[in-house]
């Protein structure tokens, strides 16, 4: 009766009768697996193949063993009671609940019919020298020059944006293409307020067309004080927005911001007699109450508190889009239906 041997890379089966002591050939080393290499213990042949690892010749030779090898020991493994007791072993440390802070609620937008408050103003001990020093020259300065009614060939047009000149009486009749906004530098762009047509030239800037037809302004009639268009342009901060007016020598007595949360309204005497005034639909929601507005002897500041922490996409709110009117939709519905049975 044949039985099988259990010498490491034997395998063969044999008679228990007929076992000389040079029958079987086999490994007395272990197995080696390193470095995607494969071999035994007991010689130096090496393969990265694991069928040549298998193929590999015994390196000894001896009896067959008949007698199975003992099964490896398997470690103990614990149950989940035991496991559970070994937890309640372990020394218990002092736990902390750290809560997320709660989310803000979102500020709901005021109406801006809501009262108007004054904002404070500081006045800069620049622009307090400046104005002293044009006291003192205007008191010296004597100027009484009487207006010339009679309009001179060649004055410009006085309205914003247009580039023609009188050439006498006929220049009246000629329809004027202007600007009745301002022009706004902001972030390199340079725009007109009516129309928005954005450009980085300023060349280009200057050469747009206006947005406005009437008639031409040879000369600007001094009605006491002038309303004249200021550049301004905006910036932020994390908790603040200043809008800075680009006006000389502004009069603190005559000058003021009067705002709401949501509203601004300027209106800025300076240079003498000239006046700027500009009204704002502000983009964010502000606090007056800690808004201040900066003057100083060649910029005004309006510094605005924000009501909450948040990135202003713009100044100004843009004006809500009006809805269709029924013609425009009838219309727009039997243009589909064209379209339809062209199709």
């Known amino acids: 009766m044949s039985v099988l041997c259990y010498n490491k890379g034997c395998g063969q089966r044999f008679d228990p009768e ?7 050939t086999y490994h007395p080393g272990v197995p080696v697996f390193h470095d995607a290499l494969k071999g035994w213990s007991c010689c130096k042949r090496r393969t990265t ?6 193929s590999i010749a015994g390196c ?5 063993n008949k007698e199975k090898p003992p ?38 937008r005021p109406s801006p019919d809501e009262p108007v408050t004054r904002m404070q103003h500081k006045v800069s001990a620049s622009l307090k020298q400046a104005l002293e020093k044009l006291k003192v020259s205007e008191n010296t300065t004597v100027k009484k ?10 004055e410009s047009c006085k309205n914003g944006g247009c580039t023609k000149t009188f050439d006498g009486p006929s220049s009246d009749s000629d329809v004027c293409s202007y600007h009745s906004g301002v022009p706004i530098f902001h972030e390199g762009m340079k ?23 009437g008639a031409h302004l040879w000369r600007k009639k001094d009605a006491g004080k002038k309303v004249v268009p200021c550049r301004f342009d905006w910036h932020q901060t994390g908790t603040q927005v200043i809008i800075s007016i680009y006006a ?13 949360s949501t509203m601004l309204n300027i209106n800025i005497i300076f240079d003498g007699e000239k006046e700027f005034q500009q009204k704002i639909s502000l983009w964010g929601v502000i606090d007056v109450t800690k808004s201040t507005v900066n003057m100083m002897a060649a910029k005004i500041e309006v510094a605005m508190k924000k009501a909450e922490p948040m990135s ?25 239906d064209d379209e339809d049975e062209d199709e």
């Open 191 to 213: 725009y007109w307020s009516c129309c928005k047509r954005k450009t980085s030239d300023f060349n280009t800037f200057l050469s747009q067309e206006g947005c406005t037809k």
């Open 71 to 108: 099964e490896p020991v398997k470690p103990d493994v614990k149950t989940s009671g035991e496991k559970k007791e070994l937890e309640a072993q372990k020394p218990k440390f002092n736990e902390y609940i750290i809560s997320a802070p709660k989310p803000q609620e979102a500020i709901i």
């Open 145 to 154: 020059e009487e207006d010339d009614d009679e309009i001179k060939i060649g």
């Open 60 to 64: 000894t030779k001896g009896p067959h």
């Open 312 to 336: 202003w996409a713009r100044l100004d709110l843009p004006p809500p889009v009006p809805p269709p009117k029924d013609n425009d939709k009838k219309k727009e519905e039997a243009d589909s």
């Open 248 to 260: 000389k020598n502004a009069v603190p007595e005559l000058s003021y911001v009067d705002a709401n």
């Open 18 to 24: 007929s076992n000389p002591d040079d029958a079987c």
């Open 49 to 54: 193949d694991f069928s040549d690892f298998l």
